[in-house]
């Protein structure tokens, strides 16, 4: 990634993922379904191209913020998402636990 350029995170709602772009391609992303007001986060990942330049943390903080802006609270299934909640108690009155039943209703999700 060069100094110019651009790095934008979007919602792709008929994907049910966040991605975020540098110069318009891909670097990554981090996949979601939603459980009533419930934002579960379940996988991230950053391309190993773009690998080492704070992507990870730049598109989940932008994720969460757009969570919270929405009105709705999250639930870290995905391991990158709760170490970054565990560094980050900003979030923390918006992030609910992973429970057994969560995790029952993510897995007939995915299949």
Known sequence: M?????????????????EILVD?????LTAYRDLGEQRVFFHTEI????????????????A?????????RIVPVCPYVAKFL???GEFADITDPVTPDVLRWLKSRLG
């Open 24 to 28: 318009g391609r891909r670097a990554g």
């Open 47 to 62: 391309d190993e191209a773009f690998a080492g330049q704070g992507l990870g943390t730049r598109l989940v903080r932008q």
């Open 86 to 88: 565990k560094r980050h």
């Open 2 to 18: 060069s100094e110019t350029s651009t790095t934008t995170v979007e919602r792709a709602d008929d994907d049910s993922r966040y």
């Open 64 to 72: 969460l913020d757009d969570v919270r802006a929405s009105g709705m």
